[in-house]
């Protein structure tokens, strides 16, 4: 079946843009997770839902991030006023129930000059 | 302060023989482990996953073990093969938390 997946795939914006990241879950996985991955790093937690709500957005580094799960399904995560900081690769994850193996996607490399 | 560390950053084993990879954690909370395989430009791959009340488990040429009083956690591949070269990552979880990683360990298979 279809796997994790993360639209764009790359992601080259202006400091001080808005970006929107998407990521669409293995078909019928309850738990969706934000992860981002800095060069040499493992990938940080951001966030996590479970069904439309964020059950654990202790991750997120500051208020210029949110993300938002509206129908249960595919998730968006925005970045508000982007800081050169900011560029990394952002990981989606999904798992069947929270409790899990969480399964990838390839992620998005997001780029702030 | 990291929780969850692997102190090898690249390890280099022959074909055939036995890849032992290491990771060691803090958080004596964390209940559930996990060992992903990354390529690059690619997320990660789940490979094998352990709960805390179990300190073996076993699935084909993998094999993760957990020692709980030591806080530490190896993963053997035997027998290495060449499609193994990739980085590692040792993963850690409380409840129904995200995961907490390591940095990572990349392995080369030697022909």
């Known amino acids: 079946g279809a796997g994790v997946s993360q639209t764009p795939s790359n992601k080259v914006t202006e400091k001080g843009k808005y970006v929107e990241l998407r990521c669409d879950p293995i078909s019928g996985h309850t738990a969706l997770y934000w992860y981002r991955q800095s060069l040499g790093q493992g990938p940080e937690f951001l966030i996590y839902?479970?069904?439309?709500?964020?059950?654990?957005d202790s991750g997120l580094p500051n208020d210029r991030f949110f993300a938002v799960r509206p129908e249960g399904s595919v998730s968006t995560l925005k970045i508000q006023r982007t800081e050169r900081g900011d560029s990394a690769v952002y990981l989606c994850?999904?798992?069947?129930?929270?409790?899990?193996?969480?399964?990838f996607g390839p992620g998005t490399r997001l780029t702030v000059t | 302060d990291q929780q969850v560390k692997q102190n090898s950053p690249s390890l280099s084993v022959q074909e055939g023989r036995i890849s032992i990879l290491n990771c060691d954690y803090t958080?004596?909370?964390?209940?559930?482990f996990l060992w992903y395989k990354k390529y690059p430009a690619e997320g990660p791959t789940f490979l094998i996953s352990?709960?805390?009340?179990?300190d073996k488990n076993e699935d084909g040429r993998f094999t993760v073990f957990l020692n709980k009083s030591a806080k530490h956690l190896s993963l053997h591949i035997v027998p290495s093969q060449p499609g193994d070269s990739a980085v590692y990552f040792c993963a850690a979880r409380r409840g129904a938390d995200g995961l907490t990683f390591g940095k990572g360990t990349h392995l080369i298979i030697q022909p």
């Open positions: 839902f479970q069904g439309t709500g964020a059950a654990d």
């Open positions: 994850a999904s798992s069947p129930m929270t409790g899990r193996e969480q399964y």
């Open positions: 352990i709960s805390s009340i179990k």
């Open positions: 958080n004596s909370m964390f209940d559930y």
